[in-house]
T-cell receptor
Framework: GAVVSQHPSWVICKSGTSVKIECRSL??????MFWYRQFPKQSLMLMAT?????????EQGVEKDKFLINHASLTLSTLTVTSAHPEDSSFYIC???????????FGQGTRLTVV | SQELEQSPQSLIVQEGKNLTINCTSS?????LYWYKQKYGEGLIFLMM?????EEKSHEKITAKLDEKKQQSSLHITASQPSHAGIYLC????????????FGKGTHLIIQP
């Protein structure tokens, strides 16, 4: 199947700093990318939908100014956690879709720890 | 909004035994995905079901989607230690346009 690469796989940062997470579709052009968050022992929750060249659509309760999403090309979407706080510590995972009605391919995930 | 109930939450099964995990949606689904996840790691795609009554198999894992497209089951035959992990069902309500809504997962433990 298609490959989605997410980087970094883990990161530790100080409270108040910003962290950027990259999600790349390596062998296909993704029309849409999604960002999910998973808190310990909970399910994955959709944070935002990202379409190339347009503004991301955020789910209710997700602060768009805190979680900046840039989807500059059909193969790259980035999630920047700005002014990170310990409560932002979580597992973030992206997925990419080639087109509607097809399988969503997931990245390996990024474990963010804010200290 | 789409709600997905997954059961059981956890399951301990003796190696070699069969098991079933269920996923029930509050609304008719466009598609239903099954993934396996090791806690805190990425997702491994297992199967995608889109048609009512559809059934797919991969090795010893079989997934079914009911005719109404609101309920799916994942069945593992002759379980092995490699089957241990967290199984997640994901609901697609609109052909992939809105991302997936996930169940809370089923933690499967295989006892030797």
């Amino acid at each position: 199947g298609a490959v989605v690469s997410q980087h970094p796989s883990w990161v530790i940062c100080k409270s108040g700093t910003s962290v950027k997470i990259e999600c790349r579709s390596l062998d296909f052009q993704a029309t849409t990318m999604f960002w999910y968050r998973q808190f310990p022992k909970q399910s994955l929750m959709l944070m935002a939908t990202s379409n190339e060249g347009s503004k991301a659509t955020y789910e209710q309760g997700v602060e768009k100014d805190k979680f900046l999403i840039n989807h500059a090309s059909l193969t790259l979407s980035t999630l920047t956690v700005t002014s990170a706080h310990p409560e932002d510590s979580s597992f973030y995972i992206c997925s990419a879709v080639l087109m509607m009605n097809t399988e969503a391919f997931f990245g390996q995930g990024t474990r963010l720890t804010v200290v | 909004s789409q709600e997905l109930e997954q059961s059981p939450q956890s399951l301990i099964v003796q190696e070699g035994k069969n098991l079933t995990i269920n996923c029930t949606s509050s609304k008719t689904l466009y598609g239903l995905y099954w993934y396996k996840q090791k806690y805190g790691e990425g997702l491994i795609f297992l199967m995608m079901l889109q048609k009512g009554g559809e059934e797919k198999s991969h090795e010893k894992i079989t997934a079914k989607l009911d005719e109404k497209k609101q309920q799916s089951s994942l069945h593992i035959t002759a379980s092995q230690p490699s089957h241990a992990g967290i199984y997640l069902c994901g609901a697609d309500a609109r052909g992939g346009a809105d991302g997936l809504t996930f169940g809370k997962g089923t933690h499967l433990i295989i006892q030797p």
